[in-house]
């Protein structure tokens, strides 16, 4: 019971520190935008500037959490990439990995047609957050929501939080609390139940492959490809005749239905032994 008490306030601590390092770097950015944009400039900038201020707040916030992260575990005389297990990928596992990632986007078609139907209202929280992708700059939308933002999610949730979970509870159980935390930190229902199954997808991914650059991948590449539909492809997709553009989704999620699990398949018939108790001993003080 006290085991369990101590990891339960591990996590608590990485969700804080998270959540406090974003709250503060909010706080400066704001401060300092404040202090040098004028009003005629935000005039002129438009309402891209608000996005952009956002993900450079966020983006600090999760780089200085990071090195906080790093710091705790090196005071436990071990490596934070050790803990999260960053592990090389065969060529394969990393191609794959990319595709699984992109299929999951189109699976995320089929999760929001489902919650939307079923709690109407959500859908306009989500078409809110689905508008803030095609405000600000483009560059540091990718950059913050395509490559940081995926990257320390990861090494919090799949890295240090399911690590942490794994000393005391089984890999199934400590995959579906993991996926349920990272979903419940969207602080929105349909992202929220989206990112629980990504979540478990990653988890599994991550046990199978026995690296977080697998998840980190996934997570990644599904990022990417949806900011690009958003931005680059988004308007003239939309664009199309509603009969073909429903006829083009509907195939590439029937095709997504079908590569995901042929992917899982093969990471599972290709897992490695996950050896818990290296987690262990990095883990205790």
């Known amino acids: 019971m006290k085991q369990l008490i101590k990891i339960i306030w591990q996590i608590t601590k990485y969700i804080i520190i998270f959540l406090l390092m974003r709250e503060a770097s909010a706080y400066v950015v704001s401060s300092i935008s404040g202090y040098f944009i004028t009003v005629d400039k935000i005039e002129m900038m438009g309402n891209g500037l608000l996005e952009n201020l956002e993900n450079i707040s966020y983006g600090i916030g999760a780089v200085g959490s990071f090195f906080i992260y790093k710091k705790m575990i090196k005071s436990r005389n071990k490596s934070i990439y050790e803990v999260?297990?960053?592990?090389?990928?065969?060529?394969?596992?990393?191609?794959?990995?990319?595709?699984?990632?992109?299929?999951?986007?189109?699976?995320?078609?089929?999760?929001?047609?489902?919650?939307?139907?079923?709690?109407?209202?959500?859908?306009?929280?989500?078409?809110?957050?689905?508008?803030?992708?095609?405000?600000?700059?483009?560059?540091?939308?990718?950059?913050?929501?395509?490559?940081?933002?995926?990257?320390?999610?990861?090494?919090?949730?799949?890295?240090l939080i399911l690590s942490e979970l794994l000393r005391k509870i089984s890999f199934r159980n400590a995959i579906i609390i993991q996926a349920l935390i990272f979903g419940a930190m969207h602080m929105n229902l349909v992202q929220g139940i989206y990112a629980t199954v990504i979540g478990v997808f990653c988890g599994y991914a991550l046990l199978w492959t026995g690296s977080i650059w697998t998840s980190i991948l996934i997570h990644t590449s599904g990022n990417i490809f949806s900011l690009i539909m958003a931005r680059i492809v988004g308007e003239g997709f939309l664009n199309q005749p509603n009969s073909v553009m429903l006829v083009l989704v509907l195939m590439i999620q029937i095709l997504a239905l079908v590569i995901i699990p042929y992917i899982f398949n093969y990471f599972y018939k290709n897992r490695v032994e996950w050896e818990i108790s290296t987690v262990e001993e990095c883990l205790e003080k």
């Open 84 to 159: 999260c297990r960053f592990k090389k990928l065969s060529t394969d596992q990393i191609i794959l990995s990319i595709i699984v990632g992109v299929a999951l986007v189109f699976l995320n078609g089929i999760i929001l047609a489902m919650v939307t139907t079923i709690f109407p209202s959500s859908y306009e929280a989500y078409k809110e957050f689905a508008d803030t992708l095609k405000k600000g700059s483009t560059v540091l939308f990718f950059l913050c929501a395509g490559i940081i933002g995926p990257l320390f999610e990861e090494v919090q949730t799949r890295g």
